[in-house]
């Protein structure tokens, strides 16, 4: 069903704020983690300054280490869906296990499926049966074949509204660089599938001086949106400080990524 041999046609996602995959492009941004009610307010304001339809913030968080900030759980959510209202937003949040999906689904527009979990089987059926829209991150060492396979699973559950999101893979080179950014992963997948991709910058460089070059290497390379992480003060983020955008080079590169997409 990812196949655009039996479904040519792209795929077009539509929330109650965005449309995705329809040729313009979407931005989602907010901070890696809610942190605090106060925090994802005025990170909401930012977002949305920007031009961003969708605002991210992890409320369950996949850290490398157990020692590290867990997230808010339901309380994270609650702000979430607040900052997000109070500036007509969408919410992208991350489900982590099949057993949140009914809570998370209470306060978000969009499900994200993290790297780590792209093949977490029973995840990704309990998110096929919810009625909501999955933004399915590619794992840190999966082939396109195993990132199509596991949208596979969502949309064999009845839920075909999937996104892709190329997020960086792990290759010889990341010294410099938390992943390697797929760029040719995306005109790639927009042949093999009707899915719309987006980039995730961030988290495939890890540095916040080298989000922008990427972000604009992605909207080049086709992508139906840009996911993005942002921050007031990094060096005290409770998670991926290092990766996040202030403010100001936000709505530069917010800008520049804008101005990108009109030349194509
Ligand atoms: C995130 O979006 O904060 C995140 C953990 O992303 P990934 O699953 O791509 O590492
Ligand atoms: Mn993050």
Same mark, same amino acid.
């Given at each position: 069903?990812?196949?655009?041999?039996?479904?040519?046609?792209?795929? +077009?996602?539509?929330?109650?704020?965005?449309?995705?995959?329809?040729?313009?492009?979407? &931005?989602?941004?907010?901070?890696?983690?809610?942190?605090?009610?106060?925090?994802? &307010?005025?990170?909401?304001?930012?977002?949305?300054?920007?031009?961003? @339809? +969708?605002?991210?913030?992890?409320?369950?968080?996949?850290?490398?280490?157990?020692?590290?900030?867990?997230? %808010?759980?339901?309380?994270? %959510?609650?702000?979430?869906?607040?900052?997000?209202?109070?500036?007509?937003?969408?919410?992208?949040?991350?489900?982590?296990?099949?057993?949140? +999906?009914? %809570? +998370?689904?209470?306060? @978000?527009?969009?499900?994200?499926?993290?790297?780590?979990?792209?093949?977490?089987?029973?995840?990704?059926?309990? !998110?096929?049966?919810?009625?909501?829209? !999955?933004? &399915?991150?590619?794992?840190?060492?999966?082939?396109?074949?195993?990132?199509?396979?596991?949208?596979?699973?969502?949309?064999?559950?009845?839920?075909?509204?999937?996104?892709?999101?190329?997020?960086?893979?792990?290759?010889?080179?990341?010294?410099? @660089?938390?992943?390697?950014?797929?760029?040719?992963?995306?005109?790639?997948?927009?042949?093999?599938? $009707?899915?719309?991709?987006?980039?995730?910058?961030? $988290?495939? !460089?890890? $540095?916040?001086?080298?989000?922008?070059?990427?972000?604009? @290497?992605?909207?080049?390379?086709?992508?139906?949106?840009?996911?993005?992480?942002?921050?007031?003060?990094?060096?005290?983020?409770?998670?991926?400080?290092?990766?996040?955008?202030?403010?100001?080079?936000?709505?530069?590169?917010?800008? $520049?990524?804008?101005?990108?997409?009109?030349?194509?």
């Amino acid at each position: 069903q990812a196949s655009r041999l039996f479904h040519p046609e792209d795929t +077009v996602i539509k929330t109650a704020h965005s449309v995705i995959g329809a040729g313009g492009l979407t &931005l989602m941004a907010g901070p890696c983690s809610v942190e605090s009610r106060a925090h994802i &307010l005025k990170m909401a304001a930012v977002a949305k300054k920007g031009g961003a @339809t +969708v605002l991210r913030g992890g409320a369950f968080k996949p850290r490398t280490s157990p020692y590290s900030f867990q997230g %808010l759980e339901e309380e994270g %959510l609650q702000y979430l869906r607040e900052a997000a209202d109070q500036n007509g937003m969408d919410v992208i949040t991350e489900v982590m296990d099949d057993e949140h +999906v009914e %809570l +998370v689904a209470k306060y @978000t527009d969009i499900f994200q499926i993290g790297a780590r979990n792209m093949q977490n089987f029973s995840l990704l059926k309990a !998110v096929g049966k919810a009625q909501i829209p !999955v933004a &399915l991150k590619r794992g840190m060492s999966a082939t396109l074949d195993d990132l199509l396979n596991a949208s596979e699973y969502i949309a064999a559950g009845g839920n075909q509204q999937i996104m892709l999101v190329e997020r960086g893979i792990r290759t010889f080179a990341n010294k410099y @660089t938390r992943n390697t950014f797929d760029a040719a992963a995306i005109p790639v997948l927009q042949q093999l599938t $009707h899915y719309p991709v987006i980039a995730d910058p961030s $988290h495939a !460089v890890g $540095h916040w001086d080298l989000v922008t070059p990427l972000a604009v @290497t992605g909207v080049a390379a086709g992508a139906a949106g840009l996911l993005v992480e942002i921050h007031d003060d990094p060096e005290h983020a409770l998670s991926d400080g290092p990766q996040a955008l202030k403010p100001g080079k936000y709505l530069t590169m917010a800008q $520049h990524a804008k101005e990108v997409h009109q030349v194509l």
